[in-house]
C-alpha cells in the first residue's frame, strides 16, 4: 500500500516536472534535484512517535498496547488526521494514512498537513472502561506533541465522538489553562463537536459520485460526447439510466453513503447490496436502507445475519457471505470498510464500472492498474472521503470562535470546497489520459511542492 502511494506521488511529479508552468523559476540540473528533493521530502514522515500503552485489565493483569501518531508533512498547517482503533493497525499503515491525510488536505485546499495515529487493539473486546482508559492514556503519552496549533486528532475506524470526548478533556486537564476545543475534531455536538461532523463522510463521498455522474456530466455532455477518452466513456455509459449500488461497511461511512443513495432524487438508483464484518445482504429489487439503520442502531451496530433477525428489520433480502458484495450484479460499487478489499485475487471478479473509495486505500495497486486499463473509473479516497476532514476544519474554527453552525450551514459549506475541487480536478480528469487518482495526486504535489519551495525547503 505505502508502495503505491509513493509510486504515484513519483509519477505525478515527473508529470510536473515537464509541465513549463510548475515552478518556472527551477530550470535545468536545479529542477532535476528539486524533483529528488521533493520525492524524498514527500515520501517520508517527519516524524513518527510509538509508545507501548500501560493498560490495567478489568480481570486485574497489566498489558501494553503498541500506539502510534505519525507526522507525515505540516507544510500547509497543523498535522490533522484520525485515530484508529484496530487490531490491525501497524507502523507501516500509520504512515501511509498520514500521507494520504497531507494529500486529503492539500487536494481539497483544507489548511492542515497530514497525521494519523492507531492503537493496536480490538475495541470490540474491551470494556468501555478499558477504552476509556487507553484513550486517556493515549492521550497522556503523546500529551506534548498534539495541541489545537500542532496535530488535531480526530475518529477513524473503530473511535467515535465518545473517545475524541475523553481525549479532548484529558487533554484539558493535563494543559490547564490553554485553548482545547481545537486539540481534538469529531467530538459530540454538547462537547463543541460540530453538527454534521458525524454525517459529513459518507454524506461527501455520495456527494462527489453524485456530483460527477449528474452535476458535471449533464452540463459538460456535449463536451464529453466529442473526446474519445475511455473513463469519459464509462460515465456517459451510466448516466440517465437506472444504477445498481452495492456498498461494503455498514459503519459511520458506509450507512450514510448508502441511505444517500437510496434518498437521491437526481440518479435513479436502487442499494441492491451492503455488508459488514458478517455478511452481505442482498435484494435485486433495491434494500430497504432506513430500516437496516434503525435495525443496526440497536444490534451494535451489526446487519441482521439470520432469516429471524432479516423478518425482525422488516427488510427483505438474501444472506450471502460477506465477500459477495463485491462481486454482485452492480453498476456502482462504494467501499466504506477497510483498506486492501480489492486485489489481485478477487479484481476479475468485480462488476462494477464505477468504484468509489469511502475508506483509505481500499483498492491494491494492482487492482488500480487493471481496473484503469478497463476504463473503470475509480473515485479515490483522497477526493472521495475528505467530508470528515472537512467538517472537522470547520468544527476546529467553530472551537476557535466559540460561535456555531446550523446543520444546513456546515452542509453547504462543505459541499461548496468539495465541489470546488471537482470543478478542477474533473476537467483534467476527462480531458487527458491519467486515471483519476493520479489527477488528484498531480494537483495535491503541485500545491504540497510549490509551498515547500516558497518556505526554502529545497535548499
Ligand atoms: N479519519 C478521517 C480521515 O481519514 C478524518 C480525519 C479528520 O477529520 O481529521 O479522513
Same mark, same amino acid.
Given at each position: ?25 527551477l ?12 520525492a524524498?521530502i ?5 516524524k ?5 500503552l500501560?493498560m ?7 498489558v ?5 501518531r ?12 484520525g ?9 507501516e499503515?500509520?504512515?501511509n494514512?498520514a500521507?494520504?491525510?497531507? !494529500?486529503?488536505?492539500s487536494?481539497?485546499d ?14 470490540r473486546? #474491551? ?8 484513550s486517556?492514556k493515549y492521550?497522556?503519552?503523546?500529551a ?9 486528532p ?9 473517545? *475524541? ?15 482545547y ?16 461532523r ?17 452535476d ?8 464529453l460526447?466529442?473526446?474519445d =477518452?475511455?473513463?469519459?466513456?464509462t460515465?456517459l ?5 437506472p ?6 461497511g ?14 437521491c ?6 442499494v ?7 455478511c452481505?445482504?442482498y ?5 430497504d ?8 442502531a440497536?444490534?451494535?451496530?451489526d446487519?441482521?445475519?439470520t ?6 428489520s422488516?427488510?427483505?433480502a ?7 458484495v463485491?462481486?454482485?450484479e ?22 462494477? #464500472? ?8 481500499p483498492?491494491?495497486a494492482e487492482?488500480?492498474a487493471?481496473? =484503469? =486499463? ?9 477526493l472521495?472521503n ?11 474554527l ?5 460561535q ?11 459541499f =461548496?470546497?468539495?465541489?470546488?475541487t471537482l470543478?478542477?480536478? !474533473? ?8 486515471p483519476?487518482?493520479?489527477?488528484c495526486?498531480?494537483?495535491?504535489? *503541485?500545491?504540497?511542492?510549490t ?9
Open positions: 500500500m505505502q508502495g503505491q502511494t509513493r509510486a504515484i506521488v513519483e509519477q505525478s511529479l515527473q508529470a510536473l516536472m515537464k509541465d513549463p508552468l510548475f515552478i518556472p523559476d530550470q535545468d540540473n536545479i529542477r532535476e534535484q528539486a524533483f529528488t528533493s521533493l524524498a514527500l515520501s517520508t514522515p517527519n513518527i512517535h510509538k509508545s507501548f500501560r490495567p485489565l478489568e480481570n486485574g493483569q497489566v501494553r498496547i503498541p500506539a502510534y505519525v507526522h507525515h508533512n505540516d507544510a500547509l498547517g497543523p498535522y490533522k488526521g485515530i484508529r482503533f484496530h487490531e490491525s493497525v501497524n507502523e499503515e500509520v504512515i494514512l500521507f494520504l491525510m497531507t !494529500l486529503k488536505n487536494l481539497h483544507v489548511p492542515f498537513g497530514g497525521g494519523k495515529g492507531g492503537i493496536v487493539l480490538n475495541p473486546e #474491551r470494556t468501555d472502561k478499558e477504552l476509556n482508559v487507553i486517556k492521550v497522556q503519552y503523546f506534548d506533541v498534539l495541541g489545537p496549533d500542532k496535530d488535531i480526530a475518529p477513524d475506524v473503530g473511535s467515535g465522538e465518545r473517545e *475524541m470526548d475523553w481525549m479532548m478533556a484529558e487533554y484539558k486537564s493535563i494543559k490547564p489553562g490553554k485553548p476545543r481545537g486539540s481534538f475534531t469529531g467530538k459530540s455536538v454538547i462537547n463543541g463537536g460540530s453538527l454534521g458525524r454525517e459529513a463522510t459518507g454524506k461527501g463521498v455520495y456527494y462527489t459520485f453524485r456530483y460527477m455522474l449528474h458535471f456530466l449533464l452540463k459538460q455532455e456535449d463536451w460526447n466529442k473526446t =477518452n475511455p473513463f469519459a466513456k460515465a455509459s451510466l448516466a440517465k439510466r444504477l445498481r449500488i452495492s456498498v461494503q455498514f459503519g459511520n461511512v458506509g450507512s450514510v453513503t448508502a441511505l444517500e443513495a437510496y434518498q432524487q437526481e440518479l435513479h438508483n436502487k441492491v447490496a451492503v455488508s459488514d464484518r458478517n452481505t445482504l435484494n435485486p429489487d433495491g434494500l436502507i432506513p430500516a437496516l439503520i434503525s435495525y443496526t440497536v444490534h451494535q451496530g446487519l441482521p445475519t432469516a429471524e433477525q432479516l423478518k425482525k422488516g427488510v427483505k438474501e444472506i450471502l457471505n460477506r465477500e459477495e463485491l462481486t454482485i452492480a453498476d456502482v460499487l462504494m467501499l466504506a470498510a477497510l483498506e486492501d478489499q480489492v486485489h489481485k485475487g478477487n479484481m476479475a471478479k468485480v462488476p462494477a #464500472r464505477i468504484i468509489v473509495e469511502g475508506a483509505n486505500a483498492v491494491t487492482a488500480d487493471f481496473f =484503469n =486499463n478497463k476504463g473503470v473509473i475509480i473515485i479515490p479516497d483522497i472521495a475528505a467530508g470528515g476532514v472537512i467538517v472537522s476544519y470547520l468544527e476546529w467553530q472551537g476557535r470562535e466559540t456555531f453552525l446550523s446543520e444546513e450551514e456546515v452542509f453547504s459549506m462543505l =461548496n470546497k468539495m465541489k470546488q470543478d478542477t480536478i !474533473l476537467p483534467k480528469f476527462f480531458g487527458d489520459p491519467h483519476l487518482r493520479q489527477n495526486y498531480i494537483h495535491s504535489v *503541485m500545491k504540497l511542492s509551498v515547500l519551495y516558497r518556505q526554502g525547503k529545497l535548499y
